[in-house]
């Protein structure tokens, strides 16, 4: 056999053992996908769907149009501590556990009604958590979720510019700048 043939046969047994081990894979085995090392991405659409229950879509959009469950992911990945990174995760947990208890059904499942009824009472617990907490516990697990959406929403390009005024180049500070009950407020 000479050099080119072997090469041939070689390249031949790898390509077909490359194409071969793909044919046998298991195609009805699917994994979740993962957004970063910490979230999967139903975790991100669960996060869309409790800040959207937070800051509902009305005549300004909600907080699933500006993406912030995928601001929290971020957030919580780059900027908690890995304590409060785990509180935060089983506090995901939580709801879905609760939701099932309460409603029957997993949060993204549950309606309106019920999601806002479950953040409702986890919201008066979480108060009632700070207030009595001590300085090294971790914050609630809601209270991060709730921060996180509402700070998510108003810095993002839809929640500055749609739910608050906003006005790109401000020609000069004014202090007095009137203000009429029912005006969105300045997120400039």
């Known amino acids: 056999m000479d050099r080119r043939k072997a090469l041939q046969n070689v390249a031949l047994l790898l390509g077909g053992s490359i194409v071969g ?41 909600g907080a699933k149009e500006a993406k912030v469950g995928a601001f929290m992911s971020v957030m919580v990945l780059d900027c908690y501590t890995e304590k409060d990174q785990k509180v935060f995760m089983q506090g995901l947990e939580t709801i879905n556990k609760l939701s099932k208890e309460k409603n029957n059904a997993d949060f993204m499942k549950a309606t309106p009604e019920q999601r806002l009824a479950l953040l ?9 958590y700070q207030g009595t907490k001590k300085q090294d516990d971790p914050s609630h697990y809601f209270r991060m979720m709730k ?11 839809l929640g500055a510019t749609k739910a608050l005024r906003y006005e790109a180049v401000p020609g000069r500070f004014d202090g007095c700048a009137p203000y009429k009950i029912g005006d969105r407020a300045w997120a400039t």
Request: hydrophobic share 30%.
């Open 147 to 157: 921060e996180l959406s509402l700070t998510g929403f108003f810095t993002s390009e």
């Open 120 to 128: 409702i009472s986890l919201d008066k617990e979480q108060k009632e």
């Open 21 to 61: 081990g793909s044919v046998f894979t298991l195609t009805g085995c699917k994994t979740e996908k993962s957004v970063n090392k910490l979230f999967t991405q139903s975790q991100v659409d669960l996060m869309d769907e409790i800040a959207e229950t937070i800051l509902p879509k009305t005549k300004t959009p």
